[in-house]
Every structure is written in structure tokens, then in C-alpha cells.
């Protein structure tokens, strides 16, 4: 899985494809395939249960299981039921963009994603190790140690390299125009600075934990990197 | 070199990112929600800094 590449993509593409796209959708489907099943695969403590998947990778990313989130064809099908159900073209399509790229990138972990379900091959790059087995935190700790913490490292670098996209101005002419329903309707409820501050949030969020995972790894409690392929190797990555 | 305007915004974001880091550094469930990261910029660089400039023009006509 990835960290913070799901929340700097989407500011990557709005770079190249201007207009065409609509970036709330586009971060929407971006993070879509972790949307409601992230909880069950770390589990969570609810009025005195223990709630987590028997089998987490298979859960997360296998069939049977939720593993059909990170196929191309989730993402077709929700953008399809977008633009049909809702009328909007753009963001159907901009969503099903924001999928296909969460699923493209996690099939850089030994896990992988079965991109093209129904048919159930994981399609693994196997850069870095795949972890969330393990629990959220020893997660962290390994994805930040790893090549998975380089890719968003890419990323982050790639956003401040393209920072004009994060101006007020690129806002004005480009965001609002291209998506001007949503954010006309949101202007009424909060000013220009709220807007700009809300498509400002994903960038800043993925920056910051990308900082401060790295922090709380490597200064707070020294987890050794390993930027070996496949690692970090210290901790038992899964394998479809 | 970097207008007035955008230089503010600037600081005003670094300062923002340093306090999120540090909260995030010292409890960790701070940094799992995306929804906690944007009601944190909301009021961060948003409204606080409003407020700021509000009480500095009520401090100046009084």
C-alpha cells in the first residue's frame, strides 16, 4: 500500500489535464479504494471488540475480499454510475482517473492488485513491502522505510516542483472554471479563502505525515531503512 | 522573488506544517484522518489567522 502518493497524485495530474479534470473527484477516487475498508484491515477497539479482518492482505486486496477496489474496472463502474446517475461526465471521469491511479501505484508493494479483475492475478511491481498485516503502526514504520517511502518522496518533490498549481491564482482560472457547480456552491457557505484552503488540504496533508512518519520512524524510535527491493526487510512483508 | 501576498501565505502554511508534524510526531492517531488534517488547516490558516487580523484592527480604531 501507499501513504501519501494517494493524497499528492491527484495534484500532479490537475498540472497536466487543466481544465478536463475536476479535482474533487479526482482526490476522491484517489483515495476510494481505502475509503471504507482501510479500518477493517488494521482493525479498530469499539465498545470493548476487537474489530479486524481474519485475513487482512487477503481482505484488503484479494478476492474474496474487498480486493476488486483496486481493480481498473471498480473504477470504470463507479465512474460509469457517476456519470449516468449524477449527469456529470466530468466527474466520472475524473474519478475513475483518481482510481486508477490509487491501483496503479499499489501495485508497486509485494501484494500488488488484481488491475484487471474479474481476472484475480495480482499484478506485482514488489518494490516494497506490503505490511498492513501487521498493524497500523509497525506498518508506518516499515513504509517509511522502504522504497514505498522514496516513491512518495517522488511525489512531494514533483508538487513543489509544480507549485504553481497550488496558487490562488491556478484556483481562480483553473479549479473553480473547471468544476465551477461544486465550488460555486460551496462559496456560499465558506469565502474564497476556505475554498482555496480546502483544495490546498490533501497536498499538505501528504507532506506533513510523509515528515512526520519519517520523524516518528527513524529519530523517534530508529527503525533502520532498507532500500533494498522488496524491503524493509526486518519485517515479514505478505505475499498474494 | 515572491510577491508580498504569497510570502505571507507561505509562513503562515510552514508554521502550520510544523505544528501538525509535532502533534503528528507525539500522538499518531492525529495523522490517520484526512478529515482531522483539513478541520486543522481550516482553522490554522484559515480562521485563526483571521481572528488575528480582526483583533489587530479592533486594537487600532479603539
Redesign the interface.
Known amino acids: 500500500m501507499s501513504w501519501a502518493a494517494h493524497d499528492l497524485e491527484p495534484y500532479a495530474f490537475q498540472k497536466h489535464l487543466g481544465l478536463k479534470m475536476a479535482f474533487v473527484p479526482l482526490l476522491i477516487g484517489s483515495y476510494a479504494p481505502d475509503l471504507a475498508t482501510k479500518w477493517f484491515v488494521y482493525g479498530i477497539h469499539l465498545f470493548g471488540f476487537d474489530l479486524k479482518a481474519s485475513d487482512p492482505v487477503q481482505f484488503h486486496r484479494g478476492w474474496p475480499g474487498v480486493g476488486f477496489t483496486h481493480s481498473l474496472l471498480f473504477g470504470v463502474v463507479i465512474g460509469l454510475i457517476i456519470w449516468k446517475g449524477f449527469g456529470s461526465k466530468l466527474w466520472g471521469l475524473s474519478f475513475m482517473l483518481g482510481q486508477w491511479a490509487h491501483a496503479i501505484t499499489d501495485t508497486g508493494d509485494t501484494v500488488g492488485t488484481m488491475l484487471l479483475f474479474p481476472w484475480t492475478h495480482h499484478f506485482s511491481v514488489g518494490a516494497w513491502a506490503y505490511a498492513g498485516q501487521t498493524g497500523r503502526l509497525t506498518d508506518a514504520a516499515a513504509y517509511f522505510s522502504g522504497l514505498g517511502s522514496m516513491w512518495d518522496l517522488v511525489w512531494i518533490l514533483y508538487g513543489l516542483y509544480s507549485w504553481r498549481v497550488l496558487t490562488t491564482e491556478y484556483f481562480n482560472k483553473i479549479i473553480f472554471v473547471a468544476d465551477h457547480r461544486f465550488w460555486g456552491w460551496l462559496h456560499k457557505y465558506i469565502g474564497r479563502t476556505g475554498l482555496i484552503t480546502l483544495y490546498r488540504a490533501a497536498f499538505f496533508y501528504g507532506c506533513c505525515r510523509w515528515v512526520a512518519w519519517t520523524i516518528w520512524a527513524h529519530v523517534i524510535h530508529h527503525y533502520p531503512y532498507d532500500l533494498t527491493w522488496g524491503g524493509p526487510h526486518w519485517v515479514d512483508a505478505a505475499h498474494p | 522573488m515572491i510577491r508580498s501576498g504569497?510570502l505571507q501565505?507561505l509562513v503562515i502554511?510552514a508554521i502550520?506544517?510544523v505544528v501538525?508534524?509535532a502533534i503528528?510526531?507525539a500522538f499518531?492517531d492525529f495523522?490517520?484522518s484526512?478529515v482531522v488534517?483539513?478541520v486543522y488547516?481550516?482553522v490554522a490558516?484559515?480562521l485563526v489567522p483571521?481572528g488575528i487580523r480582526r483583533l489587530v484592527r479592533l486594537a487600532r480604531n479603539s
Open positions: 504569497r501565505t502554511y502550520a506544517a501538525y508534524v503528528g510526531v499518531t495523522m490517520f484526512l488534517a483539513i488547516l481550516l490558516v484559515w483571521e
